[in-house]
């Protein structure tokens, strides 16, 4: 998974990104595509996610609520439980052949037998009542080429609720539901 610094994220999105980089609706975020990225999501029926968070309970959260969205949408998404069983079996496997214990996220992918990766990190801030988002990447990954789809960087001037934060990558992906 690639990791963005702050002060480096436009620079990343420009040698990694794709065909095109432009401004969103929001001044605050990134998008970066491949031109075969409306037919991937279109010919897709399954996704795995792998994202991570500033906070490892909001990291699943966030899993969870990326699926809901995906479901949604008609794109199956595997459970869990299916998802921690496979990374087991990798990293014992690994352990055995002494061949380290990183996982290739396009490797566990195609034993779930998907067809796109939701991977990225978002940061939570704290308020007085729940966590908010500050910033956040969400990159769509093609399992069959290894291609980047889409990526965008969400940088909030105000902290988002982690619900909008999916709905804004759903409908920057075309999806409303």
Do not use: H
Not at 4 to 31: D, R
Not at 55 to 72: K, P, S, Y
Not at 147 to 173: G, H, I, N, W
């Amino acid at each position: 998974m690639t990791m963005f610094k702050k002060s480096g994220i436009a620079v990343i999105l420009l040698i990694s990104g794709g065909t095109t980089l432009a401004s969103a609706a929001n001044e605050g975020t990134l998008v970066s595509t491949d031109k075969s990225w409306k037919q991937a999501m279109a010919e897709a029926k399954s996704a795995a996610m792998f994202l991570t968070a500033n906070d490892t309970a909001l990291a699943r959260i966030f899993e969870d609520a990326m699926a809901v969205c995906f479901v949604n949408e008609g794109i199956s998404v595997p459970n869990r439980e299916m998802v921690e069983k496979k990374l087991g079996e990798q990293v014992t496997q690994r352990q055995k052949e002494e061949t380290g214990t990183t996982i290739n996220a396009f490797e566990m992918a195609r034993e779930l037998q998907t067809d796109l990766i939701v991977t990225g990190t978002v940061v939570f801030s704290q308020d007085d009542k729940r966590p908010m988002v500050s910033i956040a990447s969400i990159q769509l990954l093609d399992v069959k080429t290894e291609k980047t789809l889409f990526s965008v960087v969400f940088d909030y001037e105000q902290p988002a609720t982690l619900s909008a934060l999916c709905r804004d990558f759903m409908s920057m992906l075309g999806k409303t539901k």
